[in-house]
């Protein structure tokens, strides 16, 4: 017990991390992958967490290597590179927080539907307040907190919605073990769902915000790497059950009903058809608990890298020292600024009907597009002797990180030959 205490003990950025990405996106592309294609496509989920874990820890152990900030690093590749996440960061936090919104208002819905068609929305909104007071004023130690006790709530759930929809384990571990992309049927083909796996548990820009979570604990040099490194397992380890669990349940319980899967309350239907009304309650918390950690994470995480280039590269506001001790980036300008527009501006979906799993399983497979914009420079500075020393990649990290390359490359072709005929009438 106290061995246990004590690696939960050392659990701190990766906690946060997995807070951040594990959210709605997870939860929708997981849930489709079962319901759709059964035990087929967990061998998907093994391999992008592979890579997810390559990347992120080559990301973390740059930062504890040279001391630099990660896009400082980028920076050496070119200046262009900064400037083209600067570009790209404002949309890719746009299109998350759509459909986390969207998450957020039916998750709440689904526990507590107002009398009213816009039920959704109303919460949507209420919550997206919410998230903005409690990160502006730096309240998010207090949604860490609770999101804990929501996400082992919903893993615990996962796991007993697993248990009971009969699974079969021969197909779990052939579908685990033995990748295969089986015809396409229903609504959404194979390709797009490993695409949306790819660019949901691969992750892109949010794996950046990991190294950013180390620099903020204040693991700060090398002595810090084997800390770190069990920190980052722990929470790719805990996100590979959760999903595997999710794809599973919806493979025991919708798959064999031909359901396609459009809305939240359709995944419900997992926990309702398995565990009644405590499962749905169950679910619609762990669904809302995900989506608004995703948000103020995401937008915190996202809001720090933002200011980092804003005073590392833009002459205008390089005036200010940010490594006097005083210095608190939740009250720096630039910070609150982005923070209030990556907050405010999404909320016109709640308005537009779009349905949130197609909007999901879309805007996780556009995420696909960045992965070779920032694996292929992060490449370069984690090779790079001068900087790194003995520290820099080994043969196994290299041929990871352009193995994912080729794979992101691939499905992206696969996907655009998939859309060509479409495009064409």
Partial sequence: MTMIRKRLASIGPGFVYVLTVMGAGDIVSNATAGASYGYHLIWALGMTLVFRFVWVNASAKYVLVTGETLLAGYGR????????????????????????????????????????????????????????????????????????????????????????????????????????????????????????????????????????????????DVSYLKRQRLDLITGV????????????????????????????????????????????????????????????????????????????????FKNLDRSKEEYDAKKDPIYRWALFFWMFSPLYIVFTGVGPVWLVLMVNAVYVFLIPVLVLPLLVITNDKNLMGKYRNGWFTNSIMIMLVVVTIYFTCTHLIELWPSIGR
């Fill in 77 to 220: 590749v070119g200046s262009w590179v900064p400037w083209l996440f600067l570009i790209a960061i404002v949309p890719v936090r746009h299109l998350s927080n759509l459909y986390a919104i969207l998450m957020i208002g039916s998750s709440a819905d689904l526990l507590f539907p107002l009398p009213t068609q816009w039920s959704p929305a109303i919460w949507g909104i209420l919550f997206t307040l919410i998230g903005f007071g409690m990160t502006c004023w730096g309240g998010y130690p207090v949604v860490e907190n609770f999101c804990k006790a929501l996400v082992g709530i919903l893993g615990a759930s996962l796991l007993t919605a697993a248990v009971m929809s009969n699974p079969d384990p021969a197909r779990i571990l052939s579908g685990t073990f033995i990748p295969s992309i089986p015809q396409a049927q229903g609504l959404y083909s194979a390709v797009l769902i490993v695409m949306a796996l790819i660019g949901t548990e691969v992750g892109s820009v949010a794996n950046m915000m990991y190294a950013y979570f180390v620099h903020e604990k204040g693991w700060r």
């Fill in 237 to 316: 380890v805990a996100m590979f059950i959760m999903g595997s669990l999710l794809q599973i349940a919806a493979a025991g319980i919708i798959h064999p009903l031909g359901i396609n899967v459009e809305n939240s309350g359709d995944l419900a239907r997992i926990f309702s058809e398995t565990q009644g009304t405590v499962g749905l309650i169950i679910f619609g918390l762990g669904l809302w608990g995900a989506s608004f950690s995703t948000l103020v994470g995401g937008n915190t995480g996202g809001s720090l890298m933002f200011t980092d280039v804003c005073r590392t590269f833009i002459p205008q």
